[in-house]
């Protein structure tokens, strides 16, 4: 592989990164902001607006995960992460009988879940790669994972402001890795 292909390699790996990192951020951030705002939402409307979440996160984070992380070792947790958040997603949006108890758990674990994998990937990469904030991003999520499950028979106000501070910060976290994939990408591109 000559080094011009390594150099376009990398630069389309920090373009998916970067612009997956300000989606999930920017809708995560609008979702969380929406749930603090507005946490006297239905309970449906609560759990379509989080399922659209991790749908879209989801699909994205696979995507990702194919598309630009395919040779490296830790792409299989990558779209297993982004598969668990597509189907919890599809689970939130299309079962409008679910209880509050059962959006809870969906919800939390989730969280959990999509945490626990961003730890496990964040021991696979380098420092120089983004391990700080994806280990800071995966012990959030499971802070929030475990705070949601805490409180299985919240009431829909309580759930929706948990849920949208822990959304407000996940996103805000998405949209500073996005930040920082901007700044190595014209670092790189800058030939420093």
Known sequence: ????????????????????????????????????????????????????????????QAAEAVTTHRKGTYWGLLLIRGLV?????LALIFWTGATVTVIVWLVGLDFVITGILAIVVSFMIGK????????????????????????PTATTNVLGIVIGIGLTLLGLLFLFSGYQLSKVKATLASGR
């Open 85 to 89: 958040n597509f189907g919890f997603g």
């Open 128 to 151: 120089d790669e983004g391990r700080g904030s994806l280990l800071i991003e995966g012990l959030i999520t499971i802070a929030v994972g475990i705070i949601i499950m805490v409180w």
């Open 1 to 60: 592989m000559t080094a011009a292909s390594e150099d376009r390699s990398t630069m389309d790996l920090l373009r998916g990164s970067r612009i997956t990192a300000y989606s999930i951020g920017f809708i995560s951030l609008v979702a969380g902001l929406v749930l603090l705002f507005r946490p006297d939402r239905e309970l449906q409307i609560i759990a379509i607006i989080i399922g659209f979440l991790f749908v879209v996160s989801g699909f994205g």
